[in-house]
């Protein structure tokens, strides 16, 4: 038969870890291992499929693959039920030829939904169920389409005739769906994963155009939030602090991040922020009923804009879709961005001649949250936005809209079909190591291990934006996101904890012992899967800049810059303005029972295709890692000698702290280049720069 299998594509904007397997070395192997299957053909004669679920429904169908995109497969093609005309709801069988066992384990591949009984492979012997093995996970929105090594024992049933059925029965459902590949017969058990002999290589795709990424991406964040506005970029009376009463080591090394936009003033704290109480010469002292303290308002629109301009970004302001109205949002644009009615004329009457001009405005900030004051259900939502947009853009035609928006089809496509036409951009969250209310943060290598969920989030809401009709009018703006969530302990629940312990709580964000390699590494993770999917994501806004979560540090005699500082500082400045697409393949990270690809990477290019640099990320916590780099289609192919800029430390847990600001920072450094190959650094960032005559 003519088995229509899971063909691989390489898409303008994907990036593919692909697990390559090799027979053990010969001393620990007295036979060699016999092949059942590879599904590198379509001619597998004997296999019989049953059903819909193992029908290709389009080339490139496994990169809109339930939550994101496949890695460790063998090869260029492997099955996978999410490719059928149904995806998740498709159901069916695959089964093989009978096969004599002839060595002591059966070694595959498999990933997708967790499901026993209902999506997994399962050996027949004699025709009675001798094994069976289910995918990787159940639950929505957690877990990557990666795929792990798995073997069975099958010594007892040796000479006797087996078969396989690889099934999918489970219809519909987030992981409706099952992945396999490279099955075969061995007589090497692997003591640990890391016994499997891997390849890593990074090739330029073939006749693929470059791609201009929007520097919004690299965007960044500040909320009314403990330490980060005041006391943090804003600090009147500090020595350290301009005739403003602004940070100006702050401006300075956030000015060398080249930010393309900041977001403000929240986060949660806009949910219940006026804007009237900070503008004008008499501010009002609140109470803020998000977080539960006092705001004095001495920060405020006009203190907002001003310091964006000083540092180079957009504003972009986040009105009140929690308590407030919608008008009130449009009376604040016009505030900012008109020299007419009540509130442009307040403006100038404010000392502000000049418009603001500010272009960017969020309809609120997670409403879609119990969390949220003001909160509204996937119903309410989507007429709201849509009323909202339509006042913005009466009041001022030149803004861009965004609505909070989530990786869940209940809430998104309901907002999309209602408002879609009126909105810019989808605004999507992330916080992918959850400790609000504790402080036990993840270890490195937990971390890596969730550095592909970006990407999976990034996928589902392509195809959202695929399925009501918006791909490519309506954009994705992850305009607040961080490996870490912040902790304050009892938000969102009632009744919450005494304020004063709250409050103290929150001291906690401020650790810089907690800002690793894993900060760091995560970072260039996240931008990199940005970067690969640049014609639907247009910004990005890092949570926060300053104290709590981000990227520097704050103290009366200066500032500590963190790992997630320089690897903003190398993607700002390092990176060329054009993605070129490539083909990765890359051994898996392996922990518990979790896997990610061990190399990340994109390339750019700048317009005249005379300098390439390539970003790549190496996870591996302990060990470093040769790639080998297939360049030949680059106009110098590969050089001997490659320059390069390179983040690392002694150890996977290093920081910068207080007396110790240069412990991790980037250093220029020349890979040698043997065979094509580069050994690149345990746990490090490298920028390596492609030269071209």
């Not at 500082?565 to 060329?576: C, D, G, P, S, T």
Request: aromatic residues 12%; contains cysteine; glycine residues 8%.
């Amino acid at each position: 038969m003519k088995l229509r299998f899971f063909k691989v594509f390489v898409p303008v904007f994907a990036l593919f870890a692909v697990l390559m397997i090799s027979a053990a070395s010969a001393q620990n192997v007295s036979r060699p291992d016999i092949v059942v299957a590879d599904f590198e053909t379509e001619a597998l004669d004997g296999w019989k499929a049953e059903g819909e679920a193992f029908q290709l429904r389009e080339p490139g169908a496994q990169f809109r693959c339930g939550m994101g995109s496949v890695f460790g497969f063998h090869g260029k093609n492997l099955i996978s039920t999410y490719a059928a005309p149904g995806g998740d709801q498709a159901v069916g069988t695959l089964t093989s030829p009978e096969f004599k066992i002839e060595r002591k384990y059966i070694k595959f591949l498999i990933g997708g939904g967790n499901f026993p009984g209902k999506t997994g492979i399962a050996l027949y012997v004699d025709g009675q169920k001798a094994a069976e093995e289910t995918g990787l996970f159940n639950v929505s929105m957690q877990g990557h389409e990666g795929l792990a090594v798995k073997f069975w024992d099958v010594s007892e049933f040796q000479g006797k005739t087996a078969k396989l059925v690889i099934f999918d029965t489970q219809a519909g459902g987030d992981w409706g769906h099952i992945k396999a590949d490279y099955i075969c017969q061995t007589d090497d058990q692997p003591k640990d994963p890391g016994e499997v002999v891997f390849q890593n290589s990074i090739a330029c795709a073939a006749d693929a155009k470059p791609v201009e990424f929007d520097r919004l991406i690299f965007g960044h964040f500040i909320e009314h939030f403990h330490r980060l506005v005041y006391d943090g970029i804003y600090e009147p009376g500090s020595p350290l602090s301009d005739e403003n009463g602004f940070r100006k080591d702050v401006i300075e090394a956030v000015r060398d991040l080249r930010p393309s936009i900041v977001r403000w003033p929240g986060g949660c704290f806009a949910s219940a922020y006026h804007w009237m109480d900070g503008v004008g010469p008499e501010r009002k002292l609140v109470f803020d009923k998000v977080w539960r303290s006092e705001d004095p308002n001495t920060f405020g629109t006009a203190e907002f804009v001003k310091w964006c301009r000083l540092i180079g970004a957009e504003p972009y302001i986040c009105g009140n879709a929690g308590t407030g109205t919608m008008e009130e949002i449009s009376d604040w644009v016009e505030y900012c961005n008109l020299n007419i009615g009540h509130y442009g004329r307040m403006r100038q009457a404010h000392g502000f001649k000049e418009p603001f001009n500010v272009k960017y405005w969020s309809i609120g900030n997670e409403n879609w949250g119990a969390h949220e004051l003001g909160a509204k259900t996937p119903q309410e939502w989507g007429p709201w936005v849509r009323e909202a947009a339509k006042l913005l853009y009466t009041t001022d035609p030149s803004v861009k809209v965004a609505a909070p928006a989530t990786p869940s089809e209940t809430w998104t496509i309901p907002l999309l079909q209602q408002a879609g036409r009126y909105i810019d951009y989808i605004a999507i969250h992330g916080y992918y190591d959850f400790v609000v209310h504790h402080n036990n943060t993840a270890p490195y290598i937990a971390c890596m291990m969730r550095t592909q969920h970006p990407e999976n989030h990034i996928v589902r809401t392509i195809t959202m934006l695929d399925k009501t009709g918006f791909r490519g009018k309506v954009h994705i703006a992850f305009d607040e996101w961080n490996l870490r969530s912040w902790h304050h302990p009892a938000f969102g629940s009632y009744p919450r904890i005494p304020t004063p312990e709250e409050h103290a709580a929150r001291d906690k964000n401020d650790i810089n012992s907690a800002y690793t390699m894993a900060d760091g590494l995560f970072t260039a993770c996240f931008l990199n899967s940005c970067l690969r999917h640049c014609e639907d994501v247009k910004m990005a806004c890092f949570s926060p800049t300053v104290n709590g979560r981000g990227a520097i540090f704050t103290h009366p005699k200066g500032i500590v810059k963190r790992t997630t500082y320089h690897v903003y500082w190398m993607y700002a400045n390092l990176l060329e303005k054009n993605i070129l697409p490539i083909d990765l393949q890359s051994a898996p990270l392996l922990w518990e029972n979790k896997s990610t690809p061990m190399i990340d990477a994109v390339l750019s290019v700048n317009d005249e295709g005379s300098r390439y640099v390539l970003a790549v990320v190496n996870k591996d916590p302990e060990k470093a890692r040769p790639v080998t780099l297939e360049l030949s289609k680059l106009p110098n192919g590969t050089p001997a000698k490659l320059e390069a800029t390179v983040l690392s430390g002694n150890s996977p847990d290093d920081f910068n702290d207080v007396g110790a600001e240069n412990r991790v920072v980037p250093q220029k450094t020349v890979f040698e280049v043997k065979d094509g190959t580069v050994t690149l650094p345990p746990h490090s960032l490298s920028f390596i720069e492609i030269p071209v005559k």
